[in-house]
């Protein structure tokens, strides 16, 4: 006898999405949290459902241009030295997925499972009655520099090979779609299939809505362990045990944190993110506006204009690193050179494991557990898909798609 058919531990966008796919299944469903739904790092995104990101982090420009992304005064990127020195295989398997044979690869798969992305969220959109959240605009991507424009040349080709559908703009086309921003362009780039949510928070929510009136269950509590034993698995969290026909980790970058999982075996690192709200301000652009060389974008939502982006090296319960904030404000003024100052800020800690493709399927130490993590800068775009994946895993379906890249025992370099 079990408790529940499916647990799902962590109630972020993949957590809240797999639980609902599998709730609209017909699956007895607990969703297990001990914070409110969306509340965490899915709350403080750039709110684009990004389809065209299939250039992974590694890519092989971080090699040749590493000096200046570690020591320029104007880097997105930021490494604790003390974090790299306590985890060197993660950040020499990341080096090594960098080399153009490797990176080509990742994008390649993180292209296949993009596109089907839309696949997975639509759904969930309509049955969350959540559509008018989201709006389609495409997202503006800007290089300010001729040296930008010209590295990024490469990587729109693998995109245009990989059936990223983008148009090119002139300077004078770019400026006539956002006259707000102030940067000189010397590249544009329109990605026409992109989406954008006004607010990452109320679209889990809503989710989470739609799963409560399902009939879907929510224990507000931390999962510690899980223990597969047969047929079942047994949760241990904060409140007592309660036993499951599958497990499902979607921690996030806490995913580790689950004993006896098979997550703690894997390689899984965190990529901080930070942003700056600044309300009132969200008429500054109409779309996400991305600036590749300031490593952000610009966003309109729900609160105001949102400033998200840059990647930080560090230990997980590391405390806010300032200088980020102060990166992200020094940069917003010459994107926006009259900004009032910010409302708030936030940090969030993006799952990130050395070839940036997410675990998706049966952990090494049991089929009855499934990992759903590790989705780095794309766990609002690809929540879906992720939710619908795990769902068929439950039910012993064979996905649509070839899973063997996403497989938690791959070799990850």
Same mark, same amino acid.
């Given at each position: 006898m079990t408790d529940t058919d499916i647990a799902v531990i962590g109630a972020g966008i993949v957590g809240t999405s797999t639980a609902l796919w599998a709730r609209m299944r017909g699956h007895d469903v607990t969703l297990i949290d001990p914070e409110p739904p969306g509340s965490g790092t899915s709350s403080g995104n750039a709110c684009t459902i990004a389809t065209y990101a299939c250039l992974p982090v590694n890519d092989p420009s971080v090699i040749t241009g590493l000096p200046a992304l570690l020591f320029g005064p104007q880097s997105p990127l930021a490494i604790s030295w003390r974090h790299a020195l306590l985890n060197p295989r993660w950040m020499l398997s990341f080096l090594a997925n960098c080399r153009v044979a490797r990176a080509d690869r990742i994008a390649g798969h993180l292209a296949t499972l993009l596109s089907h992305a839309e696949a997975g969220l639509n759904p969930l959109l309509a049955e969350a009655g959540a559509e008018d959240l989201v709006t389609a605009r495409g997202q503006l991507s800007l290089w300010s520099t001729t040296a930008g424009a010209e590295g990024a040349t490469r990587g729109l080709g693998m995109r245009r090979a990989l059936g990223v559908p983008f148009t090119e703009l002139t300077e004078e086309e770019a400026r006539a779609l956002e006259p707000g921003v102030a940067l000189p362009i010397a590249r544009a780039v %329109? +990605?026409? #299939?992109? !989406?954008? /949510?006004?607010?990452? @928070?109320?679209? /889990?929510?809503?989710?989470? &809505?739609? +799963?409560t009136d399902l009939g879907g269950q929510t224990l507000v509590a931390r999962a510690t362990a $899980?223990?597969?034993?047969?047929?079942? /698995?047994?949760?241990?969290?904060? #409140?007592?045990?309660?036993?499951?026909?599958?497990? *499902?980790? =979607?921690?996030? &970058?806490?995913?580790?944190?689950?004993?006896?999982?098979? =997550?703690?075996?894997?390689? @899984?690192?965190?990529?901080? #993110?930070?942003?700056? @709200?600044?309300?009132?301000?969200?008429?500054?652009v109409t779309r996400p506006t991305g600036w590749a060389e300031g490593g952000f974008y610009a966003t309109p939502m729900a609160q105001g204009l949102r400033l998200a982006g840059t990647v930080e090296i560090a230990a997980l319960n590391a405390p806010p690193n300032p200088k980020r904030l102060a990166y992200i404000r020094r940069r917003a003024a010459q994107m926006f050179p009259d900004l009032p100052e910010p409302g708030s800020s936030w940090l969030g800690h993006r799952p990130t494991l050395p070839d940036s493709l997410p675990a998706i399927g049966h952990?090494? *130490?049991?089929?009855?557990?499934? %990992?759903? +993590?590790?989705?780095? %800068?794309? #766990?609002? $775009?690809?929540?879906?898909?992720?939710? !619908?994946?795990? =769902?068929? @895993?439950?039910?012993?379906?064979?996905?649509?798609?070839?899973?063997?890249?996403?497989?938690?025992?791959?070799? +990850?370099?």
């Open positions: %329109h +990605f026409t #299939g992109a !989406r954008q /949510v006004a607010d990452p @928070l109320a679209l /889990v929510q809503r989710f989470h &809505a739609r +799963f $899980t223990r597969a034993t047969g047929d079942t /698995v047994e949760i241990t969290t904060g #409140g007592g045990t309660l036993t499951a026909r599958h497990a *499902v980790i =979607a921690c996030g &970058a806490f995913s580790r944190s689950v004993r006896g999982s098979g =997550a703690e075996s894997l390689p @899984l690192g965190c990529e901080r #993110g930070y942003h700056l @709200l600044f309300p009132g301000e969200a008429h500054r952990s090494p *130490v049991s089929r009855r557990i499934i %990992h759903a +993590f590790g989705h780095q %800068h794309l #766990g609002l $775009t690809l929540g879906g898909i992720t939710g !619908r994946i795990v =769902a068929d @895993l439950a039910e012993g379906r064979q996905p649509n798609l070839p899973l063997p890249a996403y497989d938690p025992a791959r070799r +990850f370099t």
